[in-house]
């Protein structure tokens, strides 16, 4: 790891297996044992203000706006405001002048100020970890309605006829699972339907992360994904 420019110094180094999280994008990877510092970061020393920025999957004015707020509420819960939202992904904080001779406990204190986050909209995630197989869900995930095939796999749907028997029920065979709407808002299906479907289809759990792959890259799956 280097500095961002021809001839800089190397910060850290790391050797092993590099994994790759996509096989179709080999220019970035993964070192599972990590890096070694051999040299200090530098860091810039904090002045009279400094700049909060907020993770782009939660940014927005709305989630400013609140961030400051609760940094007010807190920081500064009698005098003027000290933090305001200068953009989207920006919370400007200065830092009032009698508590400038320990800037470190001012600091600490806006960095622990307990922000609200059912407030802020917190994007779905599904977490998907491609050597144990586990995918982990956070939130009502929701996908675009859509028709999913697997291989040569016949799936069997048997549905009851007028007047059902046992013995005699109407089948229908297909070699496609549909994820149905059920008429929901904005017409989108949520996560849960599209792993009944995996289920039907008798999908391993390596070959269900490539469909979630394959549904985020065509913007049909509304999450961020995170591959580990």
């Known amino acids: 790891l280097t500095e961002p420019r ?5 910060y850290s180094i790391a050797a092993g297996k590099v994994e790759l999280e996509d096989p179709s994008i080999s220019t970035t990877g993964k070192v599972r044992d990590g890096a070694r510092i051999i040299r200090d970061l530098p860091t810039m020393p904090v002045e009279s203000t400094f700049d909060l920025v907020i993770d782009p999957q939660v940014a927005g004015w709305s989630a400013c706006k609140i961030l400051a707020s609760v940094i007010n509420e807190n920081a500064q819960p009698q005098g003027p405001a000290i933090a305001f939202a200068i953009d989207e992904r920006t919370v400007r904080v200065t830092i009032p002048e009698h508590e400038r001779v320990s800037k470190a406990k001012f600091i600490d204190t806006v960095m622990s100020a307990p922000v609200p986050t059912s407030l802020l909209e917190l994007a779905a995630v599904v977490i998907c970890n491609q050597r144990s197989g586990v995918i982990v869900v956070t939130g009502d995930v929701e996908i675009s309605p859509g028709i999913i095939s697997h ?5 069997t749907t048997t549905i009851p006829a007028p007047k059902p028997t046992a013995l005699d029920p109407l089948v229908e065979r297909s070699r496609y699972v549909k994820i ?3 008429n929901r808002p904005k017409e989108q299906a949520r996560l849960a339907d599209l792993m009944g479907a995996f289920k039907q289809l008798d999908i391993p759990p390596s070959q269900q992360i490539e469909v979630l792959q394959l549904l985020h890259k065509t913007g049909r799956l509304h999450a961020k994904l995170v591959m580990e």
Do not use: E, M, Y
Request: charged fraction near 25%; aromatic fraction near 0%; proline fraction near 0%.
């Open 180 to 182: 149905d709407t059920h």
């Open 6 to 10: 021809a001839g800089g110094v190397t």
């Open 151 to 155: 291989k040569d796999l016949v799936i």
